[in-house]
């Protein structure tokens, strides 16, 4: 069974930092497309960053400049760097692992970790 597992959320103020890490076995860290997703209260599920086993990375323009998304492929640990949190950020975050398929992408995620920043 394929498993990610998120750690690092918390209760911050806003203009603070957390670091989330994503862990999971080596099967999951040989994949492509690796990412982070949130969501918050009464929303959908959206992207935040991706980044890819080579290092390409992409940001949502909505943390872009306040957020770092990093992978360790020999650790099997990806980790998302919040600076400048705002209340906006709050949500579950996710772990996201996507394997492209000609017919369908075959994705896997973890559980989820809470960030809540109070203003």
């Known amino acids: 069974q394929v498993q990610l597992v998120e750690s690092g959320g918390g209760l911050v103020q806003a203009g603070q930092s957390l670091r989330l890490s994503c862990t999971g076995d080596?099967?999951?860290?040989?994949?492509?497309?690796m990412g982070w997703y949130r969501q918050a209260p009464g929303k959908q599920r959206e992207w935040v960053a991706t980044i890819t086993r080579g290092g390409s990375i992409n940001y949502a323009d909505s943390v872009k400049g306040r957020f770092t998304i990093s992978r360790d492929n020999a650790k099997n640990t990806m980790s998302l760097q919040m600076n400048s949190l705002k209340p906006e950020d709050t949500g579950v975050y996710y772990c996201?692992?996507?394997?492209?398929?000609?017919?369908?992408?075959?994705?896997?995620w973890g559980q989820g970790t809470q960030v809540t920043v109070s203003s």
């Open positions: 080596g099967s999951i860290f040989s994949i492509n497309f």
């Open positions: 996201n692992a996507r394997e492209v398929r000609a017919i369908k992408d075959i994705e896997y």
